[in-house]
């Protein structure tokens, strides 16, 4: 009995090691991977068709799911990045030439604030006529501001990254899909025996959940947005309400663009479109990824609220842009194993009479 047992330890610390050292290897491309396998999954019943439409062409369909990847979020994506660098130098250098000339005056619309317009304004003139104080203000506020800008647009540009990376891998996973299906269903139902079945149905739904809440929130941020510029008259709606759909993918990123109309409408004298600009993108938009989000992937699983709430930021604080995919998945598996462990179904959502 000595030497099955002896056999059975060195085969499962070869089995540990060999496991950790493959994760040692992936872990500077383990988001990346993890997101082009929620992609996958999440557009598999889609590539299915696109699969039986092209007469089995495994290559050719996967090519072209990748590309479709790639037009519709890296480009737009990768565009939005060097935009928002360029913008910021530009103003940056703008700022430095008007400290250094003296030519920085608060704006017209400062003053017309509602309470505290004229006392700000006041304020801000007598701290331009000032060229010391003026210099110690840049110091301890441009600084900072620009070292938050930078970190921004390195989460923005290392999201870029990890994206083209994950179509990069999307493609050998979209084409390679049934094999890697059969052998993953393999050593689940090794692992985990009867229960195989259901973790892995609570995969798939958690991922489609993830994606389609993911889309459907900043479908119902871009027509917010829409609604919300068109009202306070700012230009280029179609184009603005194109970027707030993009850019509503990045944690925190529509205020980038709602603000920056505010901004504008102060900088034209509306005072007034410019505060109901502030509001609205505040309350409305801003509540659209805030609340509308967790409750679309909430309804697509069945995973509870606060726990596909946590996975949602917790994800992105552990993983970055692509955490918002891996988060929610991940506490998933956990909660199936405890309703699988525990006998229970569901222990503490969809209760009768709720």
Not at 116 to 129: F, H, K, M, P, T
Not at 154 to 167: F, I, K, N
Not at 271 to 279: A, C, N, Q, R, S
Request: charge should be positive.
């Amino acid at each position: 009995m000595e030497k099955p047992i002896g056999r059975n330890y060195t085969r499962i610390a070869t089995v540990v090691l060999l496991t950790l050292g493959c994760l040692f290897v992936l872990k500077p491309f383990l988001p990346a991977i993890l997101f082009a396998v929620a992609v996958v999954i999440s557009s598999w019943p889609l590539y299915l068709r696109l699969l039986a439409a092209m007469h089995g062409r495994r290559t050719l369909a996967a090519l072209t799911m990748t590309l479709s990847l790639t037009l519709l979020v890296i480009i737009p994506l990768a565009t939005v990045a060097y935009n928002l660098a360029d913008d910021v130098a530009t103003t940056f250098g703008q700022m430095r030439y008007a400290l250094e000339h003296g030519e920085l005056l608060p704006p017209q619309w400062i003053r017309e604030l509602p309470f505290l317009g004229e006392v700000i304004d006041n304020y801000l003139r007598q701290l331009v006529a000032s060229r010391e104080q003026m210099l110690a203000l840049a110091q301890r506020m441009v600084e900072p501001a620009r070292r938050y800008l930078m970190a921004g647009g390195l989460m923005l540009g290392t999201g870029v990254v990890q994206m083209s990376l994950a179509a990069f891998v999307s493609f050998f996973v979209y084409r390679d899909g049934h094999a890697l299906i059969a052998v993953t269903g393999s050593m689940m139902n090794k692992v985990m025996g009867e229960g195989a079945e259901s973790v892995t149905d609570i995969i798939s739904q958690t991922t489609r959940g993830v994606m389609y809440g993911l889309l459907g929130t900043a479908l119902a941020q871009a027509l917010v947005a829409a609604i919300g510029f068109s009202m306070a008259g700012v230009p280029a709606v179609p184009l603005l309400s194109i970027l707030v759909f993009v850019i509503s993918l990045v944690p925190f990123g529509p205020p980038l663009i709602w603000g920056g109309a505010a901004i504008w409408l102060f900088a034209q004298g509306s005072t007034g479109w410019g505060i109901f600009m502030v509001i609205w993108g505040t309350v409305l938009i801003s509540g659209v990824d805030n609340v509308v989000r967790p409750m679309l992937i909430s309804r697509g699983t069945s995973l509870p609220f606060l726990l596909t709430l946590l996975g949602v930021l917790g994800g992105v604080i552990a993983f970055g842009v692509v955490g918002m995919f891996i988060g929610p998945v991940l506490l998933a598996v956990g909660y199936s194993l405890v309703s699988e462990w525990t006998g229970t179904r569901d222990p503490i959502v969809r209760q009768k009479g709720d």
